[in-house]
């Protein structure tokens, strides 16, 4: 199983980049596919999930309004479109892959919720 992310880079604060991640191995349908990131010296931070069931979405409260995760099952990948983008969004982005199983966001936002993790990808954005 491999979860294979990409699109990140320098970008100016501001610029609207997409990311996507495709994973391979097995079929993620029926599970949750969301992204973290890991800014220097802090913790990683849950960011945003979309989960198949109703494919309801839960975001992070600093990304909400600017970010938006969507998923195309049939390509096995997930993007996450990131617009107004500011410096403090400056991190390594990981794609990631949760069961669902019908709980609530909590779930969801817990790393230890994930099984599957991608290798990250790095966005920079510049003042």
């Known amino acids: 199983v491999q979860l294979q992310a990409s699109g990140g880079g320098l970008v100016q604060a501001g610029g609207s980049p997409s990311l996507s991640c495709a994973a391979s191995g097995r079929t993620f349908s029926t599970y949750g596919m969301g992204w973290f990131r890991q800014a220097l010296g802090k913790e990683r931070e849950f960011v945003a999930v979309?989960?198949?069931?109703?494919?309801?979405?839960y975001y992070a409260d600093s990304v909400k309004g600017r970010f938006t995760i969507s998923r195309d099952n049939a390509k096995n990948t997930v993007y996450l479109q990131m617009n107004s983008l500011k410096p403090e969004d400056t991190a390594v982005y990981y794609c990631a892959a949760v069961p669902s199983l019908g709980y609530g966001g909590t779930y969801y936002r817990k790393m230890t919720s994930y099984n599957y993790w991608g290798q990250g990808t790095q966005v920079t954005v510049s003042s």
């Open positions: 979309m989960i198949w069931i109703g494919n309801t979405t």
